[in-house]
T-cell receptor, first 114, second 119 residues
Framework: KAGVTQTPRYLIKTRGQQVTLSCSPISGHRSVSWYQQTPGQGLQFLFEYFSETQRNKGNFPGRFSGRQFSNSRSEMNVSTLELGDSALYLC???????WGYGYTFGSGTRLTVV | AQTVTQSQPEMSVQEAETVTLSCTYDTSESDYYLFWYKQPPSRQMILVIRQEAYKQQNATENRFSVNFQKAAKSFSLKISDSQLGDAAMYFCAYRPANAGGTSYGKLTFGQGTILTVHP
């Protein structure tokens, strides 16, 4: 079974630009969560999608948004990039049967804002 | 709000020795899950071990075991017979058993402990 796939692996963007990151969950997993990882703040929850609906959202500004498609693939978008948005963005997937077993994570997208 | 604290930013161990990583948490929930994740330089978070709060028996997975003290809200990870491949950042994480509302998809992580294994 293929794991969680995140693309691209690396991105370099300029302040003020926008960026879209992609996450393909494990086949059959309908829940996709996104996390931001930075050395200073650690791992912080961004949002979770299930069956194309956002069910939960972390404490991030509106510049951070996401969506989920009917095949459960998810994208997150960051508009008007700031230097502080430089981070590793991780997505994780789960299913109803695996809730108690944590989430399966992808290898992340490393975003650098210059 | 739930919080998870890992008080050891860095730990080191000699190959084949035993090391214990500490984690404490705060929650008002009575039923929840606790996890230890490993993040090697490849960046992928890998689940090492999980514990269900209503089970008193400590979880064990091969060389990895936990010491779960519910009353003390403590959840430490013991790695026995440490191997070079165990070198990584380790994160303790929490999730309420009731995965609804503000808990959907959300794990609360500690700040992580960098484990170095010396040959």
């Amino acid at each position: 079974k293929a794991g969680v796939t995140q693309t691209p692996r690396y991105l370099i963007k300029t302040r003020g630009q926008q960026v879209t990151l992609s996450c393909s969950p494990i086949s059959g997993h309908r829940s996709v969560s996104w996390y931001q990882q930075t050395p200073g703040q650690g791992l912080q929850f961004l949002f979770e999608y299930f069956s194309e609906t956002q069910r939960n959202k972390g404490n991030f500004p509106g510049r951070f948004s996401g969506r989920q498609f009917s095949n459960s693939r998810s994208e997150m978008n960051v508009s008007t990039l700031e230097l502080g948005d430089s981070a590793l963005y991780l997505c994780a997937s789960s299913s109803r049967d695996t809730w108690g077993y944590g989430y399966t994570f992808g290898s992340g997208t490393r975003l650098t804002v210059v | 709000a739930q919080t998870v604290t890992q008080s050891q930013p860095e730990m080191s161990v000699q190959e084949a020795e035993t090391v214990t990583l500490s984690c404490t948490y705060d929650t008002s929930e009575s039923d929840y899950y606790l996890f230890w994740y490993k993040q090697p330089p490849s960046r992928q978070m890998i689940l090492v071990i999980r514990q269900e709060a209503y089970k008193q028996q400590n979880a064990t997975e091969n060389r990895f075991s936990v010491n779960f003290q519910k009353a003390a809200k403590s959840f430490s990870l013991k790695i026995s017979d440490s191997q070079l491949g165990d070198a990584a950042m380790y994160f303790c994480a929490y999730r309420p058993a009731n995965a609804g509302g503000t808990s959907y998809g959300k794990l609360t992580f500690g700040q992580g402990t960098i484990l170095t294994v010396h040959p």
